[in-house]
Structure formats: structure tokens, C-alpha cells
């Protein structure tokens, strides 16, 4: 029988590496996905080891201002728990991130000029997309993030430059004409280049 974690109530204080959200729940340290610092958050918890606590954000009660609408499903990848702030937040908090970590390792250091990308978008140059088929049909997928078979299906995602998503969305086509087997898909990797801007497939 699966195990039902419960609901819980807090507010996060700050960003992991991974995009996870670190706050407190009673003496416990809890990571919360899709949550902000500073926001207040009823989450689901998900994962529970070695006193840590792993939790999904299911309601935000109190709002950071520096929330935006994520472009992709919430659960699709890791690069979604970036999309839920603004860009120039999300770089402000990957720096203070790299400060923190050379922290915790008793360095302080001054870091260098940090280079951000210009978009928040389209950066991905490679995606590698296993196969769901079900009484619509074959699409792509995802394995959803943070379980261990968990897929979600999805003919897109906005961190990939458009171009791969046009290729992409035509093999999808081709593959679907073909009425191939789910065992004969096991994955599809596509790249880019962004300096020829050409796209490559591996099936």
C-alpha cells in the first residue's frame, strides 16, 4: 500500500542549487519545490529521509513579488523551479547560491564577473525525450521530477531553441504515421548547434 505523507505549512527562506526552497518545519529541514524565499507555502510533502523532509508546493499563501507563471508543466524538469521568477531574480539567487556554497566550505571568496545568458529561454542545446503512448497516442515525455517512474507527456518545452521544437514536433508526426511500438522507442535525443544553427537526431 502506498504511503500518504501529509500536508504541511511554512515559509521558505532560501534557494538550493537544484531550485529546491530550504525552510524549517518544527526541527526539521524541509526542501520544498516550486516555492520562493520568503514566501509562505502549504505543501505536500513527497520524500522523507534521514530527517530530511522533500515537499511539492500545492498552494503559495503568501506570494514573493518576484513570482511569473512558469512556461512549462510544474513537474516537467529541474529548470522549471527556475521559471517561477523573474529573470533577473533567478540570476541574483543562482550568485547568491555559488556565495553560499563556498561558504559552507569556509571560503570566502570575491567572486568574478558572473556572465548571464540574455534570455530566459531557448538555451538548452540538447534534450534527450523518452516515449508515452496512451488512448491518444505517442508523445514525447519527461520523467517526472523527483520520482523514480513517474512520466509526463509533452510535445515542447520552452528551454529549447523553436527550431528543435519544429524538428521535433515533425518526428513525433513521422513516428505516429509509422505506428511504432513502445518497444521499439526507447528514446529520441536531439541537439543544437547554436553556431550553425542546425538540429541533429539520434533514435
Request: avoid cysteine; aromatic fraction near 10%.
Amino acid at each position: 500500500m502506498r504511503k500518504k505523507f501529509p500536508e504541511i505549512e511554512l515559509t521558505v527562506d532560501k534557494l538550493r542549487h537544484d531550485g529546491y526552497a530550504i525552510g524549517k518545519y518544527g526541527e526539521r529541514d524541509v526542501y520544498v519545490r516550486g516555492a520562493l524565499p520568503g514566501e509562505k507555502v502549504r505543501a505536500k510533502v513527497i520524500k522523507k529521509r534521514r530527517g530530511r523532509v522533500w515537499a511539492e508546493a500545492i498552494e503559495i499563501l503568501e506570494a514573493s513579488t518576484h513570482r511569473i507563471p512558469p512556461q512549462d508543466p510544474p513537474t516537467l524538469h529541474s529548470g522549471v523551479s527556475w521559471q517561477i521568477m523573474d529573470f533577473e531574480y533567478e540570476n541574483q539567487q543562482k550568485q547568491e547560491i555559488v556565495k553560499d556554497l563556498f561558504q559552507s566550505e569556509g571560503l570566502d571568496i570575491k567572486l568574478p564577473e558572473i556572465i548571464y545568458p540574455t534570455s530566459q529561454w531557448e538555451y538548452r542545446n540538447k534534450v534527450e525525450y523518452s516515449f508515452w503512448i496512451d488512448e491518444d497516442g505517442l508523445s514525447y515525455a519527461f520523467h517526472r521530477q523527483g520520482t523514480k517512474g513517474g512520466k509526463i507527456p509533452l510535445e515542447e518545452t520552452k528551454i529549447l531553441p523553436a527550431a528543435v521544437n519544429r524538428v521535433a514536433k515533425a518526428v513525433l508526426q513521422w513516428l505516429r504515421v509509422e505506428n511504432l511500438s513502445k518497444k521499439e522507442l526507447k528514446m529520441v535525443q536531439f541537439r543544437y548547434s547554436f553556431s550553425v544553427k542546425e538540429v541533429f537526431m539520434i533514435l
